[in-house]
């Protein structure tokens, strides 16, 4: 066991910026990496020496999110690692790829949250839609309910499920709205279960506008397809990037995690299925947790963007 190890954190992070990774992953990377340094070395170990056990263990002790940065992470690491090995040793290279492998298939995360974050958009990219369809209300609406709501698309829009011989609207187009309090009720798409949705006063304006159009839109074969048909126009493309309904849940979810909101009010937020102490089930304490995170300039990233629109 030595002091410094094969491939070291700096060299890790800048064989990131050579893969083309975003800022915004290559700093989650290296901050994961670092706690897991830490962790190693009250293990009385490196990187040079660590095990899956290892991995597994930090994984299971920390946030679901911080876990879903790390196995990509120590993926990359290690793969790193095999490609410096090959120019040292072949023992040392079969060793390397030997633990390369092992976390490939025995390290696994709820979902690929390398492949989200590089879909998601910036702030300013998210700002610069909003902008290019100005001439287009509904578009511009249907916009920012997507990327404010971080909805999937069928959710964004609406359908009929069937359950038990009885019919549920799923979608914005089927929820209860209280426009005075600024809050609605609508289904889960998955888990067909309610959830309550808040929105910031300056959000009013193109949900109506949204809301409105789906008269329309729900009369369409495939309505949660439209806003990323009318995305598909080369004026939408950011960065030589095609754009979707998804990319908006995508940034959403990213945003989110960037300013350290708890895992499961994210979850609950983007409609997924998860536990909440009882005390929650009532509306009233649900309500102000929510109004904390979705009225909130300082951790709701599109509130600011709106705001100087305004």
């Known amino acids: 066991m030595t002091d410094t190890p094969l491939v070291s954190i700096e060299e890790f992070e800048e064989y990131l910026r050579v893969l083309g990774k975003k800022e915004r992953t290559v700093k989650t990377y290296v901050e994961v990496l670092k706690s897991f340094e830490k962790f ?10 660590f095990t899956i056990l290892d991995a597994q263990v930090f994984a299971s002790n920390v946030s679901t999110a911080m876990a879903n940065v790390f196995v990509p992470a120590i993926r990359t690491y290690t793969w790193l690692r095999v490609q410096k090995a090959k120019t040292i040793d072949k023992e040392l290279k079969e060793r390397e790829l030997d633990r390369h492998l092992s976390l490939k298939m025995d390290l696994t ?3 690929e949250i390398e492949v989200i974050k590089e879909s998601a958009l910036e702030a300013d990219e998210v700002e610069e839609l909003i902008k290019r369809s100005r001439n287009d209300e509904l578009l511009q609406s249907a916009i920012v309910v997507h990327a404010y709501f971080g909805l999937r698309p069928v959710e964004g829009t609406g359908f009929i499920h069937k359950i038990r011989g009885n ?3 799923i979608g914005l187009y089927y929820a209860q709205y209280n426009w005075d309090e600024r809050y609605l009720r609508m289904f889960r798409a ?11 006063p300056v959000v009013i304006l193109f949900l109506k506008r949204w809301i409105k159009g789906l008269n329309d839109i729900m009369k369409l074969e495939y309505p949660y397809e439209w806003l990323t048909k009318k995305l598909k126009s080369e004026e939408y493309r950011i960065n030589d990037r095609n754009i979707t309904a998804m990319t908006f849940r995508k940034t959403f979810r990213t945003m989110m995690e960037e ?4 895992d499961r009010w994210i979850k609950y937020l983007m409609g ?10 009532d509306m009233t304490k649900l309500l102000p947790i929510l109004r904390d995170i979705m009225e909130n300039p300082e951790v709701h990233y599109l509130i600011p963007i709106l705001e100087n629109l305004s």
Do not use: N, P
Not at 190 to 200: P, Q, Y
């Open 272 to 281: 997924h299925k998860i536990k909440i102490e009882r005390k929650y089930q």
């Open 190 to 200: 998955k888990i067909i279960s309610e959830r309550f949705l808040v929105w910031h």
């Open 109 to 111: 995360y709820a979902e």
């Open 259 to 262: 300013k350290r909101v708890e």
């Open 167 to 169: 019919e549920i609207g």
């Open 40 to 49: 190693l070395k009250k293990r009385g170990k490196t990187f040079d020496d």
